[in-house]
T-cell receptor, first 111, second 114 residues
Framework: DQQVKQNSPSLSVQEGRISILNCDYTNSMFDYFLWYKKYPAEGPTFLISISSIKDKNEDGRFTVFLNKSAKHLSLHIVPSQPGDSAVYFCAASDTGNQFYFGTGTSLTVIP | DTGVSQDPRHKITKRGQNVTFRCDPISEHNRLYWYRQTLGQGPEFLTYFQNEAQLEKSRLLSDRFSAERPKGSFSTLEIQRTEQGDSAMYLC????????????FGPGTRLLVL
């Protein structure tokens, strides 16, 4: 039972443009959400998080938006750079103990 | 480097053999997590420790799997009588305190069972 879903397995974007990665969840008890970036043969690297009391969190080129009523969050990267090419995972938690991950979206930024 | 470290990075074994992986968390973190990731999937939670206490285990953690964190620092994950289906990346993560704390991952141990 996949509680966190990333329906787009891949995304290609031109360098300098905006990348938008989407994530949906089913558990209304989730109150903390994170995005991780993963390069091949490495562990996931934390990017940005958001608590359910907020609807937006920004850190440099990365912004996460949370729409609780739609149970949807998105990660915006602007401007996209070739070094952003990686697999992006969203994750959610209701207790802070166990995180549920989506299946990932592979982002390719084309120079 | 003060991040999460895992050893070995790669392990190839024959079906039926036992394997053990080690994770060293970030030193000030008292929570340690084990995940498994297979191709095309996100990390799946296996178990976590707060200090030396194992507080939660996933149903994915069969009887052949055992994890320990004897002194509340490093942790080991042992898989007995490995099966081909155990082939995966095993990830360790650590975090501090409780509640909404970010988990920081190690590089993982890639296991291949032949």
């Amino acid at each position: 039972d996949q509680q966190v879903k990333q329906n787009s397995p891949s995304l290609s974007v031109q360098e300098g443009r905006i990348s938008i990665l989407n994530c949906d969840y089913t558990n209304s008890m989730f109150d903390y959400f994170l995005w991780y970036k993963k390069y091949p043969a490495e562990g996931p690297t934390f990017l940005i998080s958001i608590s359910s009391i907020k609807d937006k969190n920004e850190d440099g080129r990365f912004t996460v938006f949370l729409n609780k009523s739609a149970k949807h969050l998105s990660l915006h990267i602007v401007p996209s750079q070739p070094g952003d090419s990686a697999v992006y995972f969203c994750a959610a938690s209701d207790t802070g103990n166990q995180f549920y991950f989506g299946t990932g979206t592979s982002l390719t930024v084309i120079p | 480097d003060t991040g999460v470290s895992q050893d070995p990075r790669h392990k190839i074994t024959k079906r039926g053999q036992n394997v053990t992986f080690r994770c060293d968390p970030i030193s000030e973190h008292n929570r340690l997590y084990w995940y498994r990731q297979t191709l095309g999937q996100g990390p799946e939670f296996l178990t976590y420790f707060q200090n030396e206490a194992q507080l939660e285990k996933s149903r994915l953690l069969s009887d052949r799997f055992s994890a320990e964190r004897p002194k509340g620092s490093f942790s080991t994950l042992e898989i007995q009588r490995t099966e081909q289906g155990d082939s995966a990346m095993y990830l360790c993560a650590s975090s501090s305190a409780s509640g909404q704390e970010t988990q920081y991952f190690g590089p993982g141990t890639r296991l291949l069972v032949l």
